[in-house]
Nanobody, 115 residues
Framework: QVQLVESGGGTVQPGGSLRLSCAAS????????MGWYRQAPGKERELVAH???????GYVDSVKGRFTISRDNAKNTVYLQMNSLKPEDTAVYYC?????????WGKGTLVTVSS
């Protein structure tokens, strides 16, 4: 059974930075794709960034150049470095692991960007 635990959320002023972490249990982390999703109040959950087992990355247009996803297979952890944060980045951020058609989710961490 895979468990995902996010951390690193909080409140930051516009223009600030945060780094989210997602620690995964289990033995399939290094062969799995990982993603960060977010869900703002009243909106659907959207994919923000993803990274394959080969560390190929992709981003939604709204965060390109500001967010960076990375992974450390030795620590079973995926990161999301978020810079130049905007109020519209405010959301609950969820970690996702996908492997062989299976999807696993963390419980989320809240990011609030406000002055």
């Amino acid at each position: 059974q895979v468990q995902l635990v996010e951390s690193g959320g909080g409140t930051v002023q516009p223009g600030g930075s945060l780094r989210l972490s997602c620690a995964a249990s289990g033995s399939i982390f290094d062969i799995s794709g990982m993603g960060w999703y977010r869900q703002a109040p009243g909106k659907e959950r959207e994919l923000v960034a993803h990274i394959t087992s080969a560390s190929t990355t992709g981003y939604v247009d709204s965060v390109k150049g500001r967010f960076t996803i990375s992974r450390d297979n030795a620590k079973n952890t995926v990161y999301l470095q978020m810079n130049s944060l905007k109020p519209e980045d405010t959301a609950v951020y969820y970690c996702n692991l996908h492997y062989a058609g299976e999807f696993y989710w963390g419980k989320g961490t809240l990011v609030t960007v406000s002055s």
